[in-house]
């Protein structure tokens, strides 16, 4: 996981007043099936990582941004995600990290 960790982009824009570090962490995208419960499933994240943010919950959709500090918690979050993937109604799920174009979008966002 450390090595994940070192290739995560780190960018910083500055636009007049506001200076921007971005690279916010990965974001866990989980795939639901017609049981899905999602506070369940957020309850389960935060069991691992605190300070998760969910980020959109749309149609059969959910998306985290999980805190690149925490990296180390994710082969422990992944394994339990997949053993209680049928309890917790997930389809499937993946992970990414923070793209470019994310990144354009925030610094603009925030000035």
């Given at each position: 996981?450390k ?19 971005a ?32 980020e ?14 925490q ?41």
């Open positions: 996981m090595t994940i960790q070192s290739l995560l982009p780190r960018t910083v824009i500055s636009c007049g007043r506001c200076t921007l570090a690279g916010v962490g990965y974001h866990l995208y989980i795939v639901k099936s017609g049981s899905c419960i999602t506070e369940n499933i957020l309850e389960l994240i935060r069991s691992y990582m605190p300070q998760v943010q969910l959109s919950n749309v149609g059969a959709e959910l998306s985290f941004i999980l805190p690149k500090e990296c180390a918690a994710f082969e422990a979050l992944f394994t339990d995600l997949e053993q209680n993937q049928d309890s917790l109604g997930i389809a499937s799920f993946g992970v990414s990290v923070t793209t470019l174009e994310e990144v354009f979008l925030r610094s603009f966002q925030a000035c």
